[in-house]
Protein backbone atom coordinates (compact mmCIF):
# COMPACT_ATOMS: atom_id res chain seq x y z
CA UNK A 1 0.00 0.00 0.00
CA UNK A 2 2.42 2.31 -1.12
CA UNK A 3 2.12 6.25 -0.56
CA UNK A 4 3.05 9.47 -2.25
CA UNK A 5 6.37 10.72 -0.72
CA UNK A 6 5.12 9.36 2.62
CA UNK A 7 6.57 10.54 6.11
CA UNK A 8 7.50 7.99 8.20
CA UNK A 9 8.23 7.04 11.74
CA UNK A 10 10.98 4.33 12.19
CA UNK A 11 11.36 4.48 15.99
CA UNK A 12 9.44 1.49 16.96
CA UNK A 13 10.27 -0.37 14.28
CA UNK A 14 14.17 0.30 15.38
CA UNK A 15 12.92 -1.04 18.72
CA UNK A 16 11.16 -3.96 17.48
CA UNK A 17 13.93 -5.17 14.86
CA UNK A 18 16.11 -5.14 17.86
CA UNK A 19 14.39 -6.24 20.93
CA UNK A 20 14.83 -9.32 22.65
CA UNK A 21 11.99 -11.88 23.60
CA UNK A 22 12.27 -11.22 27.51
CA UNK A 23 12.32 -7.06 26.53
CA UNK A 24 8.69 -7.52 24.95
CA UNK A 25 5.68 -7.24 26.64
CA UNK A 26 1.75 -7.66 25.50
CA UNK A 27 -0.14 -5.65 27.41
CA UNK A 28 0.80 -2.52 30.19
CA UNK A 29 -0.66 -4.05 33.10
CA UNK A 30 2.27 -6.54 33.13
CA UNK A 31 5.32 -4.36 32.05
CA UNK A 32 3.65 -1.89 35.17
CA UNK A 33 3.65 -5.32 37.36
CA UNK A 34 7.18 -5.87 36.48
CA UNK A 35 8.22 -1.96 37.08
CA UNK A 36 6.49 -1.92 40.45
CA UNK A 37 8.53 -4.73 41.92
CA UNK A 38 11.72 -3.32 40.59
CA UNK A 39 11.12 -0.14 41.88
CA UNK A 40 10.28 -2.12 45.49
CA UNK A 41 13.20 -3.64 45.12
CA UNK A 42 15.15 -0.52 44.38
CA UNK A 43 16.80 2.40 46.23
CA UNK A 44 18.92 6.05 44.77
CA UNK A 45 21.42 7.61 47.25
CA UNK A 46 23.59 9.46 46.32
CA UNK A 47 27.89 8.38 47.82
CA UNK A 48 31.26 10.24 47.68
CA UNK A 49 33.72 9.04 44.60
CA UNK A 50 36.21 8.14 47.23
CA UNK A 51 34.69 5.61 48.94
CA UNK A 52 34.05 3.51 45.97
CA UNK A 53 36.11 0.72 46.22
CA UNK A 54 36.21 -1.98 43.35
CA UNK A 55 37.29 -5.73 43.45
CA UNK A 56 36.72 -9.18 41.88
CA UNK A 57 33.88 -11.01 42.47
CA UNK A 58 34.63 -13.97 44.19
CA UNK A 59 32.05 -15.87 42.65
CA UNK A 60 34.19 -14.88 38.71
CA UNK A 61 37.19 -13.72 39.18
CA UNK A 62 38.34 -13.73 36.01
CA UNK A 63 35.82 -11.07 34.54
CA UNK A 64 33.16 -10.22 37.17
CA UNK A 65 33.70 -7.30 39.40
CA UNK A 66 32.06 -6.15 42.99
CA UNK A 67 31.85 -2.15 43.94
CA UNK A 68 32.12 -1.30 47.47
CA UNK A 69 30.91 1.62 49.38
CA UNK A 70 30.97 3.53 52.54
CA UNK A 71 28.85 0.90 53.98
CA UNK A 72 30.84 -1.85 53.26
CA UNK A 73 27.75 -3.62 51.35
CA UNK A 74 29.60 -5.03 47.79
CA UNK A 75 27.20 -4.55 44.87
CA UNK A 76 27.68 -6.01 41.24
CA UNK A 77 27.65 -3.87 38.61
CA UNK A 78 25.15 -4.13 35.25
CA UNK A 79 26.67 -3.86 31.79
CA UNK A 80 25.48 -0.29 31.53
CA UNK A 81 26.62 0.80 35.45
CA UNK A 82 29.89 -0.48 34.63
CA UNK A 83 30.02 1.52 31.43
CA UNK A 84 29.25 4.56 33.61
CA UNK A 85 31.61 3.94 36.38
CA UNK A 86 34.35 3.67 33.56
CA UNK A 87 33.25 7.02 32.43
CA UNK A 88 33.63 8.54 35.76
CA UNK A 89 37.10 6.61 36.25
CA UNK A 90 37.93 8.19 32.77
CA UNK A 91 38.64 4.43 31.58
CA UNK A 92 37.21 3.12 27.72
CA UNK A 93 34.60 0.57 28.92
CA UNK A 94 35.38 -1.66 25.58
CA UNK A 95 38.99 -2.15 27.22
CA UNK A 96 38.17 -2.15 30.66
CA UNK A 97 35.70 -5.16 29.72
CA UNK A 98 38.27 -6.86 28.12
CA UNK A 99 40.74 -7.08 31.01
CA UNK A 100 41.14 -9.64 33.89
CA UNK A 101 38.54 -8.40 36.46
CA UNK A 102 42.16 -7.47 39.17
CA UNK A 103 43.63 -5.83 36.11
CA UNK A 104 39.96 -3.78 35.61
CA UNK A 105 39.65 -3.57 39.20
CA UNK A 106 42.99 -1.77 39.67
CA UNK A 107 42.24 0.65 36.53
CA UNK A 108 38.70 1.43 38.10
CA UNK A 109 40.25 2.56 41.64
CA UNK A 110 43.30 4.85 40.33
CA UNK A 111 40.76 6.45 38.02
CA UNK A 112 38.55 7.40 41.32
CA UNK A 113 41.01 7.93 43.13
CA UNK A 114 43.56 10.18 41.27
CA UNK A 115 42.44 11.25 37.91
CA UNK A 116 39.38 13.00 39.43
CA UNK A 117 37.94 15.68 42.18
CA UNK A 118 36.55 14.13 44.52
CA UNK A 119 33.00 14.42 43.98
CA UNK A 120 29.37 12.29 44.92
CA UNK A 121 27.81 9.72 43.01
CA UNK A 122 24.03 8.98 42.47
CA UNK A 123 24.00 5.25 42.42
CA UNK A 124 20.80 2.71 41.81
CA UNK A 125 20.88 -0.08 43.98
CA UNK A 126 18.44 -3.20 43.46
CA UNK A 127 17.88 -6.24 45.44
CA UNK A 128 17.06 -9.40 43.15
CA UNK A 129 16.42 -13.08 44.70
CA UNK A 130 18.46 -14.99 42.55
CA UNK A 131 21.31 -13.31 42.98
CA UNK A 132 23.70 -12.74 46.46
CA UNK A 133 24.67 -9.37 45.51
CA UNK A 134 22.51 -6.31 45.13
CA UNK A 135 22.82 -4.88 41.91
CA UNK A 136 24.40 -1.28 41.02
CA UNK A 137 22.10 -0.58 37.64
CA UNK A 138 23.17 3.08 37.13
CA UNK A 139 25.56 5.55 38.63
CA UNK A 140 24.82 9.27 37.89
CA UNK A 141 25.57 12.41 38.72
CA UNK A 142 23.81 13.51 42.35
CA UNK A 143 21.48 15.12 41.26
CA UNK A 144 19.92 13.22 38.70
CA UNK A 145 16.25 13.75 38.13
CA UNK A 146 14.50 10.20 38.35
CA UNK A 147 11.55 9.64 36.70
CA UNK A 148 10.59 5.81 37.61
CA UNK A 149 8.76 4.33 35.04
CA UNK A 150 6.40 2.61 37.20
CA UNK A 151 4.81 6.09 37.50
CA UNK A 152 4.97 6.39 33.92
CA UNK A 153 3.06 3.01 33.36
CA UNK A 154 0.68 3.60 36.62
CA UNK A 155 -0.12 6.73 34.42
CA UNK A 156 -0.87 5.02 31.36
CA UNK A 157 -2.61 1.77 32.85
CA UNK A 158 -4.91 4.15 34.65
CA UNK A 159 -5.43 5.88 31.31
CA UNK A 160 -5.90 3.28 28.68
CA UNK A 161 -6.12 0.33 30.40
CA UNK A 162 -3.95 -2.74 29.61
CA UNK A 163 -3.27 -1.15 25.65
CA UNK A 164 -4.99 -4.13 24.39
CA UNK A 165 -8.34 -3.91 24.89
CA UNK A 166 -9.44 0.15 25.01
CA UNK A 167 -9.58 2.62 22.27
CA UNK A 168 -5.97 3.28 22.62
CA UNK A 169 -4.20 0.08 22.11
CA UNK A 170 -0.98 -1.93 20.53
CA UNK A 171 -1.78 -0.96 16.47
CA UNK A 172 -2.34 -3.45 14.13
CA UNK A 173 -1.16 -4.15 10.77
CA UNK A 174 -2.47 -1.79 7.78
CA UNK A 175 -5.36 -0.37 9.60
CA UNK A 176 -6.73 -4.29 10.43
CA UNK A 177 -6.06 -5.34 14.18
CA UNK A 178 -4.51 -8.23 14.51
CA UNK A 179 -3.98 -10.73 17.43
CA UNK A 180 -0.74 -9.28 19.74
CA UNK A 181 2.12 -11.60 20.03
CA UNK A 182 5.51 -11.28 21.00
CA UNK A 183 6.26 -10.64 17.75
CA UNK A 184 4.03 -7.91 16.94
CA UNK A 185 3.96 -5.81 20.11
CA UNK A 186 4.83 -2.40 20.14
CA UNK A 187 5.53 -2.33 23.87
CA UNK A 188 9.64 -2.62 25.54
CA UNK A 189 11.26 -2.73 28.07
CA UNK A 190 14.89 -3.77 29.96
CA UNK A 191 17.13 -2.77 32.62
CA UNK A 192 18.15 0.18 30.39
CA UNK A 193 14.92 2.14 29.35
CA UNK A 194 11.35 1.29 28.43
CA UNK A 195 8.97 2.20 24.88
CA UNK A 196 5.12 2.29 24.44
CA UNK A 197 3.46 3.04 21.34
CA UNK A 198 -0.61 3.17 21.29
CA UNK A 199 -2.75 4.10 18.60
CA UNK A 200 -6.26 4.77 18.81
CA UNK A 201 -7.14 2.96 15.05
CA UNK A 202 -11.29 3.01 16.03
CA UNK A 203 -12.24 6.38 16.09
CA UNK A 204 -10.38 7.75 12.96
CA UNK A 205 -9.94 11.23 11.70
CA UNK A 206 -12.23 12.40 8.89
CA UNK A 207 -9.84 14.36 6.49
CA UNK A 208 -11.25 15.97 3.89
CA UNK A 209 -8.33 16.76 0.93
CA UNK A 210 -6.07 14.08 2.36
CA UNK A 211 -3.71 13.57 -0.63
CA UNK A 212 -4.24 14.81 -4.19
CA UNK A 213 -7.57 16.25 -3.79
CA UNK A 214 -9.00 13.00 -2.40
CA UNK A 215 -10.43 12.46 1.24
CA UNK A 216 -8.57 10.34 3.67
CA UNK A 217 -8.93 9.07 7.26
CA UNK A 218 -6.00 9.21 10.01
CA UNK A 219 -5.39 7.55 13.00
CA UNK A 220 -4.01 9.35 16.62
CA UNK A 221 -1.11 7.75 18.28
CA UNK A 222 1.65 8.24 20.82
CA UNK A 223 5.36 7.23 21.71
CA UNK A 224 6.83 7.34 25.30
CA UNK A 225 10.28 6.55 25.99
CA UNK A 226 12.13 7.46 29.48
CA UNK A 227 15.03 6.21 31.31
CA UNK A 228 15.95 5.42 34.98
CA UNK A 229 19.32 4.67 34.63
CA UNK A 230 20.56 7.70 32.26
CA UNK A 231 20.57 5.92 28.80
CA UNK A 232 17.78 8.21 27.37
CA UNK A 233 15.39 11.58 28.46
CA UNK A 234 11.95 10.81 28.91
CA UNK A 235 9.91 11.63 26.12
CA UNK A 236 6.47 11.61 24.30
CA UNK A 237 5.34 12.21 21.22
CA UNK A 238 2.07 12.49 19.64
CA UNK A 239 1.07 12.58 15.74
CA UNK A 240 -1.64 11.73 13.30
CA UNK A 241 -1.23 8.92 11.28
CA UNK A 242 -2.16 6.34 8.14
CA UNK A 243 -1.30 2.81 9.25
CA UNK A 244 1.44 0.89 10.96
CA UNK A 245 3.01 -1.54 8.84
CA UNK A 246 4.20 -5.65 9.60
CA UNK A 247 7.84 -4.27 10.82
CA UNK A 248 6.26 -1.82 12.96
CA UNK A 249 7.30 1.47 10.72
CA UNK A 250 4.40 4.50 11.23
CA UNK A 251 3.10 5.49 7.48
CA UNK A 252 2.10 8.88 6.37
CA UNK A 253 2.48 10.50 9.77
CA UNK A 254 1.26 13.99 10.27
CA UNK A 255 0.55 16.85 12.91
CA UNK A 256 3.69 15.73 14.90
CA UNK A 257 4.75 16.89 18.34
CA UNK A 258 7.56 16.15 20.36
CA UNK A 259 8.32 17.05 24.14
CA UNK A 260 11.99 15.88 26.08
CA UNK A 261 12.44 16.19 29.32
CA UNK A 262 16.26 15.72 30.61
CA UNK A 263 16.72 13.97 33.79
CA UNK A 264 17.39 17.16 35.75
CA UNK A 265 16.61 17.87 39.36
CA UNK A 266 12.99 18.95 38.46
CA UNK A 267 12.62 16.31 35.87
CA UNK A 268 10.07 14.53 38.43
CA UNK A 269 8.48 17.77 38.40
CA UNK A 270 7.99 18.40 34.70
CA UNK A 271 6.71 15.13 34.27
CA UNK A 272 3.49 15.93 36.87
CA UNK A 273 3.10 19.28 35.61
CA UNK A 274 3.45 18.94 31.81
CA UNK A 275 3.85 15.18 30.56
CA UNK A 276 1.21 13.59 32.69
CA UNK A 277 -1.56 16.23 31.75
CA UNK A 278 -1.07 15.57 28.09
CA UNK A 279 -1.56 11.89 28.77
CA UNK A 280 -4.56 12.50 30.16
CA UNK A 281 -5.81 14.68 28.12
CA UNK A 282 -5.03 12.76 24.95
CA UNK A 283 -6.97 9.67 26.77
CA UNK A 284 -9.97 11.71 27.52
CA UNK A 285 -10.69 13.49 24.19
CA UNK A 286 -12.50 12.23 21.05
CA UNK A 287 -11.12 12.16 17.70
CA UNK A 288 -13.86 15.27 16.88
CA UNK A 289 -12.54 18.02 18.01
CA UNK A 290 -9.34 17.12 16.47
CA UNK A 291 -10.96 16.65 13.20
CA UNK A 292 -13.12 19.90 13.25
CA UNK A 293 -10.01 21.67 13.68
CA UNK A 294 -7.90 20.43 10.72
CA UNK A 295 -11.82 20.98 8.61
CA UNK A 296 -11.59 24.70 9.86
CA UNK A 297 -7.85 24.46 9.17
CA UNK A 298 -8.18 23.55 5.76
CA UNK A 299 -10.74 25.97 4.82
CA UNK A 300 -9.01 28.92 6.20
CA UNK A 301 -7.60 31.29 3.19
CA UNK A 302 -4.09 33.31 3.77
CA UNK A 303 -4.42 36.63 2.08
CA UNK A 304 -0.50 36.53 2.39
CA UNK A 305 0.78 33.47 2.40
CA UNK A 306 4.81 34.67 2.09
CA UNK A 307 4.35 37.64 5.06
CA UNK A 308 2.27 34.47 7.11
CA UNK A 309 5.24 31.93 6.59
CA UNK A 310 8.02 34.46 7.07
CA UNK A 311 6.72 36.10 10.23
CA UNK A 312 6.35 32.89 11.97
CA UNK A 313 9.09 31.08 10.36
CA UNK A 314 11.49 33.44 9.02
CA UNK A 315 12.48 33.99 4.83
CA UNK A 316 14.67 31.09 4.11
CA UNK A 317 12.54 28.47 5.84
CA UNK A 318 9.62 30.02 4.36
CA UNK A 319 10.87 29.34 0.98
CA UNK A 320 11.61 25.70 1.49
CA UNK A 321 8.32 25.20 2.68
CA UNK A 322 6.45 26.55 -0.47
CA UNK A 323 8.76 24.19 -2.55
CA UNK A 324 8.07 21.02 -0.97
CA UNK A 325 4.78 21.66 -0.21
CA UNK A 326 4.36 22.31 -4.21
CA UNK A 327 6.46 18.83 -4.45
CA UNK A 328 4.80 16.49 -1.87
CA UNK A 329 1.27 17.97 -2.30
CA UNK A 330 1.76 19.52 -5.74
CA UNK A 331 0.10 22.84 -5.11
CA UNK A 332 0.96 26.52 -3.72
CA UNK A 333 0.23 26.74 0.18
CA UNK A 334 -3.06 28.54 0.62
CA UNK A 335 -4.39 27.53 3.95
CA UNK A 336 -3.63 27.05 7.08
CA UNK A 337 -3.58 23.19 6.67
CA UNK A 338 -1.47 23.57 4.14
CA UNK A 339 0.94 25.56 5.96
CA UNK A 340 0.66 22.73 8.62
CA UNK A 341 1.82 20.28 6.17
CA UNK A 342 4.43 22.29 4.76
CA UNK A 343 6.37 22.67 8.23
CA UNK A 344 5.51 18.93 9.04
CA UNK A 345 7.44 17.71 5.68
CA UNK A 346 10.44 20.19 6.38
CA UNK A 347 11.43 18.98 9.72
CA UNK A 348 11.32 15.89 8.54
CA UNK A 349 14.18 16.06 6.94
CA UNK A 350 15.77 18.23 9.33
CA UNK A 351 19.45 16.49 10.39
CA UNK A 352 19.31 18.64 14.23
CA UNK A 353 16.97 17.15 16.64
CA UNK A 354 16.54 20.71 18.39
CA UNK A 355 15.50 22.32 14.93
CA UNK A 356 13.30 19.80 13.89
CA UNK A 357 11.26 19.67 17.38
CA UNK A 358 11.24 23.74 17.22
CA UNK A 359 9.88 23.50 13.70
CA UNK A 360 7.34 20.81 14.75
CA UNK A 361 5.88 22.77 17.46
CA UNK A 362 5.76 26.45 14.85
CA UNK A 363 3.68 24.09 12.82
CA UNK A 364 1.55 22.73 15.12
CA UNK A 365 0.82 25.43 16.98
CA UNK A 366 -0.88 26.82 13.87
CA UNK A 367 -3.61 24.83 14.35
CA UNK A 368 -4.55 26.92 17.29
CA UNK A 369 -5.28 29.93 15.33
CA UNK A 370 -8.52 28.06 13.80
CA UNK A 371 -8.49 25.35 16.91
CA UNK A 372 -12.90 24.48 18.14
Known sequence: MPLDNPSILTACSTQWASRPDDERYTDLTSMKTHFDSLR???????????????????????????????????????????????????????????????????????????DRDIEDVGVLLTKHDDLPTTELRAATGPNYGRIWNADILADLTNRFGDGRTGDFRIPGEFGREVSVTKDNTTLYASDRDMFVFLADEKNRIEVPNRRNGEAGQMARGFFVWNSEVGSKSLGIAMFLFDFVCMNRI??????????????????????????????????MSSAKPIQDTIRAAQERKLDKVDDFLANRFGSGMAKRMHMIHEIEEGRPVETIWDATTAATALARDMPNNDTRVELERKGGALLDLVAV
Open 250 to 283: VWGVEQYSEKRIRHTISAPDRWADDVAPMIEEMS
Open 40 to 114: ERSMGKAVSSRALEFAPDPANPRSGLLVTGQNGNAAHMSHWSLGQMAGLAGAPAGYLRKLPAPLAADCLNYGMKF
